[in-house]
């Protein structure tokens, strides 16, 4: 328990230099967090008034959204890649212009949702970020 206490403060300094220097990138900053509450989670003790619990249960849901959006712009990412694969082959083969034109139109709507999770992901991140560097 001592070791964990030392090196926990050592991490939390690190983490803040990273995040001060700007230098995380949207992976690397759900990482540094996700080893930030073990490393809290693990020392935490009521007399270590630096962090509450509401603060650690607060960068739990943060890190938990920030890791639900990176999982699902991966998703859609991959869906355009089948979709465009699909199309390309409906393509290739002469498919009949409808199913064709009503394949484009799911692959265009696969497409506008990765702008959107890009805009989720980068607010969720600027908010994880935010309460990083306020509590460290």
């Not at 001592?2 to 990482?31: E, Q």
């Not at 809290?40 to 849901?61: E, G, H, Q, Y």
């Not at 991966?74 to 465009?84: G, L, P, Q």
Request: some cysteine; charged content about 30%; hydrophobic content about 45%.
């Amino acid at each position: 328990m001592t070791i964990a206490f030392i090196w926990a403060p050592r991490s939390l300094k690190d983490m803040a230099d990273l995040l001060a220097k700007g230098g995380a990138g949207r992976d690397d900053l759900v990482s540094g967090a996700n080893l930030l509450i073990s490393l809290i989670s693990f020392v935490f003790s009521p007399s270590w008034d630096v962090i509450n619990m509401a603060t650690l249960r607060n960068l739990k849901i943060k890190t938990g959204t920030c890791k639900r959006i990176i999982k699902e712009l991966h998703s859609y990412e991959k869906e355009v890649e089948r979709e465009a694969a699909k199309t390309a082959d409906m393509k290739e083969k002469g498919a009949d212009p409808y199913d064709l034109k009503q394949q484009e139109n799911v692959l265009a709507e696969s497409r506008m949702m990765i702008p959107d999770c890009n805009k989720r992901l980068e607010a969720s991140l600027a908010d994880l970020k935010g309460t990083l560097v306020l509590y460290l």
